[in-house]
């Protein structure tokens, strides 16, 4: 019997069903248990394998993604940042915005949940299938700049355009160099319409000239990205701080 649960299993692995292969033994006498008919048996081994390839899947596009952290919806409390609704982030996860190619910005201070919203989002992405990448800005302009020394910029800007939805984190904490504008404007447009971008930023849009030194730069750039856009203003105290105070006050009541 166990010669023959090996060979109809490496049938399954010939055939790239390595999760059936592994586990018919139990599905089998889960079947027979349960007195499933040939029906539900076929129906329980497609069911098996599409949840094993899904897992793997949001595992590799997870892994893909380079989150800094995984941050979820769930852990996101919206009683402390007020500014933002729960319903808004909520409407957005049908992903209508990714499949019209729109962009997010989330604006606001230092702390407030910018970069957890974006990657919390993205993580659901994920759940749905898309392709998502988490960068930091600045090791974007890198990149960018790495890219465009080796005569690389375009095969790059492809590379990033694979993605369903690009996570540009800390827009405007540094000032960038006029060629590094440059390149990410070639970016920007190369993603225009075409892919989703979310952007976390500490800089109103009004600010952008001066990260980005040059002004035709700036309003090019800001031009293509707010044109299908949803922007979140956000403000308050850092959530950072409130870690620390609600650890000081509970220290000092012990
Ligand atoms: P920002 O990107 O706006 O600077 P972050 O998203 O990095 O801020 O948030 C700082 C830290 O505080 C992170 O660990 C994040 O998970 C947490 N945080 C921020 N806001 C909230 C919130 N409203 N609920 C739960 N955690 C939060
Ligand atoms: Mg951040």
């Known amino acids: 019997m166990t010669a023959t649960y090996e060979l109809i299993g490496n049938k399954y692995k010939t055939l790239g069903f390595n999760n059936i292969a592994n586990t018919l033994r139990e599905l089998i006498e889960f079947a027979e248990s349960q007195e499933l008919s040939f029906l539900q048996f076929a129906e329980l081994i497609a069911t098996k394998e599409i949840e094993r390839r899904n897992e793997n899947r949001k595992k590799l596009y997870l892994k893909k993604a380079k989150f800094p952290a995984i941050k979820t919806l769930e852990e996101f409390d919206f009683s402390y940042q007020t500014t933002i609704k729960k319903k808004q982030i909520i409407s957005l996860l049908d992903f209508t915005w990714i499949d019209n190619r729109d962009n997010l910005v989330f604006y606001g201070p230092s702390g407030i949940g910018k970069s957890h919203l974006g990657i919390a989002l993205g993580v659901k992405a994920i759940d749905k299938g898309y392709k998502v990448l988490f960068i930091n800005s600045n090791n974007l302009m890198e990149e960018l700049d790495l890219a465009g020394m080796k005569n690389l910029l375009k095969q790059k800007i492809k590379s990033f355009c694979k993605y369903d ?36 930023t500490n800089k109103p849009f009004s600010e952008w000239g001066e990260f980005f030194i040059d002004e035709t730069a700036a309003t090019a750039i800001i031009d293509r990205i707010i044109h299908h856009c949803h922007i979140f203003p956000m403000s308050g105290e850092s959530y950072r701080l409130k870690m620390q105070l609600d650890k000081q006050n509970s220290g000092g009541n012990l």
């Open 165 to 200: 939805l690009l996570i540009f984190d800390e827009m405007g904490y540094l000032p960038w160099q006029k060629k590094s504008v440059f390149n990410f404007f070639q970016l920007i447009n190369s993603l225009y319409e075409h892919r989703s971008v979310i952007i976390t």
